[in-house]
C-alpha cells in the first residue's frame, strides 16, 4: 500500500481519510478517531495531505508537518467543485484528495500558533465590542419607550 496523496475531511471527533496511490487509484478509505490520528499518520511514509481550511485545520496542519508530511490546506469552496456524489464525509475526503492533487489549486498558508493567537485575541475583542453596542442600543431604545431620548454614541 503505497500511499502518495491523502485527503482527510475534518470534523470534532471522527475523521475520514482517502488516500490515493501513484496511479490515483484508491487505496485507503478510513474513519478515524481523533485519538487515532497523529498514531496513524506518524506510522505513515511521508505524503502529500490535503485538508480544508476550517476550526482545527491550522493544528493539525502544524501536527502531521512535524511527522514529516506535505500539508496544504484549501478553501472549502475550491474543493466543493470536486464533490461526485451527494455531500458526506467519504465524499469530502475523496474530494480533498483530488483537489489536493490538481496543478493549479490555491492554498491557504498555514497559521503559526502565534498567529492565532494574535487573530483569536482580535476575533474576542471584535465580539466584545459588538455586545457593548448591542448593550447600548437596547438600552436607549428601552428608554424611549420611557420618553428618554439619548443620542447615539457610547
Same mark, same amino acid.
Given at each position: ?59 493539525? %496542519?502544524?501536527?502531521? &508537518?512535524? *511527522?514529516?508530511?506535505?500539508?496544504? +490546506?484549501?478553501? !472549502? =469552496? ?57 448593550? %447600548?442600543?437596547?438600552? &436607549?431604545? *428601552?428608554?424611549?419607550?420611557?420618553? +428618554?431620548?439619548? !443620542? =447615539?454614541?457610547?
Amino acid at each position: 500500500m503505497n500511499i502518495t496523496t491523502v485527503g482527510i475531511d475534518l470534523a470534532k471527533n471522527l475523521f475520514q481519510v482517502h488516500g490515493v496511490n501513484e496511479q490515483g487509484r484508491t487505496v485507503l478509505k478510513k474513519l478515524l478517531k481523533r485519538d487515532q490520528m497523529a498514531s496513524f499518520f506518524a506510522n505513515l511514509p511521508p505524503c502529500l495531505i490535503g485538508m480544508e481550511a476550517c476550526g482545527s485545520a491550522h493544528h493539525w %496542519a502544524r501536527k502531521l &508537518r512535524s *511527522l514529516g508530511h506535505t500539508v496544504r +490546506l484549501m478553501a !472549502p =469552496q475550491f474543493v466543493k467543485p470536486y464533490v461526485k456524489t451527494n455531500k458526506n464525509d467519504m465524499a469530502d475526503a475523496e474530494a480533498i484528495c483530488e483537489a489536493v492533487a490538481r496543478p493549479n489549486m490555491r492554498y491557504v498558508p498555514v497559521k503559526s500558533m502565534e498567529q492565532q493567537a494574535v487573530l483569536a485575541l482580535h476575533r474576542v475583542r471584535q465580539g466584545f465590542v459588538k455586545a457593548r453596542t448591542a448593550q %447600548a442600543n437596547q438600552i &436607549r431604545g *428601552l428608554l424611549a419607550e420611557f420618553g +428618554l431620548i439619548i !443620542p =447615539q454614541g457610547i
